[in-house]
């Protein structure tokens, strides 16, 4: 599923080109969670920020956390992918995640379409070892926990422990238990 | 000749750290003068503005009258004029200035914010900043013009604007306001954004929180420098401004009761101190933030 964010913020008669405060952020999640109502298991949400210029914090944890939240639920996960963010939002997002995790003691991560500035296509604080599972799964699409613990070079439990640690973040897509996908 | 119930105010317009100045007089401002004599200043910042203006405003809530502003120069007239202050209601001016004499909303326009209200309720508040926000972005060429390598900076000060104001609405229990403008002082080319409200302040804020803290300004330096929040279990606003301030090696000035901070990431080199404290200042009720990059 696709989501034009600017197309969907002119039918919400916000103001562009900037997504700003609390509020709008709230009427931002709320029109992207009726469309997400109908998102198959597992389905990828991209929102496309073309045209948009800032977000900011209150924004990103109105509308951008609250998502990935919701994408980890177990009764209907889904995932997300963000395409198109200008510099000022992957800035401002990354600082939300980036406290969110050091608050609350649990990582968010966001996946991307476009490489950002931290030379990854993901937002996030995720550590050497998640950033290199992620990006050789995004080279090879989909990989097996076999596959994973050659690149790692490190015991298989771990390695498993890592890709499940992933997938919760909904940073990587699992198949049966035992393939792994890019999102 | 002036008499107890006039105050001949200092020419201490020039910036934050002068203002102090006035500050220190608002006791007798508030105590009973009712007059305040402008023939001596001769250039007024935008910081300095609100300032005033929230001191007026403070006057007025306490005493029911507004306070008089008389023998105000020609050329602090006109800017006042121009920047909307004397629109806010807060002060009487004696003396009206001639049509003639008005600056024009020409080229000058482009160089300024003029003094816009941020409310204390969330939904009036969201429209301003959507409206400061869009008027910053038609005059950016002009009032960044010093500074404008790339479109990124005026990206940075819409998340500063945004992210400030909302502080307003979400903890001051009080409305506000801001200004913007870029102006020379001899070869410097400066450019100032000021928001300011007299809300409860921040250590009010705190005071039902369990931050941890030796002094009002290294209260307000957490404010700065990490993602604490009186409201919520943790913020990203005022981390997120200093963040982007570093970036763009500007000055952030923020006080609030009586203390402030200082952070000067334009004369920061490795390695060297960048951050002061000022605390055991004379109280002035409220958050006065003070952004300026220099050039």
């Known amino acids: ?183 | 000749m002036a008499d107890n119930a006039t105050l001949i105010v200092p020419n201490r317009f020039k910036d934050q750290y002068d203002f102090e100045y006035v500050i220190d007089l608002q006791d007798r401002v508030l105590g009973g003068a009712r007059d305040l004599d402008c023939s001596r200043i001769t250039f007024i910042e935008p910081y300095s503005m609100l300032s005033l203006l929230l001191l007026g405003r403070n006057y007025l809530r306490k005493s029911g009258n507004k306070l008089r502003l008389w023998n105000i120069p020609l050329n602090i007239h006109q800017y006042l004029h121009r920047m909307d202050f004397l629109k806010m209601g807060v002060f009487e001016i004696t003396g009206a200035l001639n049509e003639k004499m008005l600056l024009k909303r020409s080229s000058f326009s482009n160089r300024v914010i003029e003094i816009t209200e941020i409310p204390n309720k969330e939904r009036e508040s969201v429209k301003v900043i959507a409206t400061v926000a869009s008027v910053f972005r038609k005059r950016a060429q002009h009032i960044l013009k010093h500074w404008l390598s790339s479109d990124r900076i005026i990206d940075y000060f819409v998340t500063v604007i945004s992210e400030i104001c909302q502080n307003i609405y979400e903890h001051s229990l009080d409305s506000g306001y801001l200004a913007m403008q870029t102006y020379s002082v001899g070869r410097q080319n400066i450019v100032r954004l000021s928001i300011a409200d007299s809300g409860i302040g921040i250590v009010k804020s705190f005071e039902n929180n369990t931050v941890a803290y030796d002094s009002h300004a290294h209260l307000i330096e957490l404010a700065i420098t990490t993602p604490i929040s009186s409201k919520r279990e943790f913020g990203y606003g005022l981390c997120q401004v200093n963040s982007i301030v570093e970036k763009l090696k500007g000055n952030i000035f923020l006080r609030s009761g009586d203390a402030s901070v200082s952070t000067l990431y334009h004369k920061k080199t490795q390695g060297s101190s960048f951050l002061f404290h000022k605390n055991d200042l004379s109280n002035f009720d409220g958050t006065q933030i003070s952004i300026t990059l220099t050039g």
């Open chain 1, 1 to 183: 599923m696709i989501i034009l964010i600017k197309s969907k913020a002119e039918k919400l008669k916000l103001k562009m080109p900037d997504l700003l405060t609390r509020p709008v952020g709230r009427v931002m999640y709320e029109s992207i969670s009726d469309s997400v109502a109908d998102i198959h298991n597992g389905e990828t949400l991209v929102l496309d920020f073309g045209g948009i210029k800032v977000i900011d914090s209150s924004f990103i944890d109105e509308m951008i956390v609250r998502l990935i939240l919701d994408s980890q639920s177990s009764e209907r996960p889904f995932y997300m992918k963000l395409k198109n963010l200008s510099e000022i939002a992957e800035l401002n997002i990354d600082l939300v995640f980036r406290s969110y995790s050091n608050y609350k003691n649990k990582k968010i991560v966001v996946i991307t379409e476009n490489i950002c500035h931290n030379n990854a296509f993901f937002i996030g604080p995720l550590s050497d070892q998640e950033r290199d599972i992620v990006e050789f799964l995004r080279v090879n699409k989909s990989i097996t926990l076999d596959d994973a613990v050659d690149f790692a070079k490190r015991p298989g439990e771990k390695v498993r422990k890592l890709l499940e640690d992933l997938h919760a973040m909904r940073a990587i897509k699992k198949q049966d238990g035992a393939v792994f996908f890019a999102v």
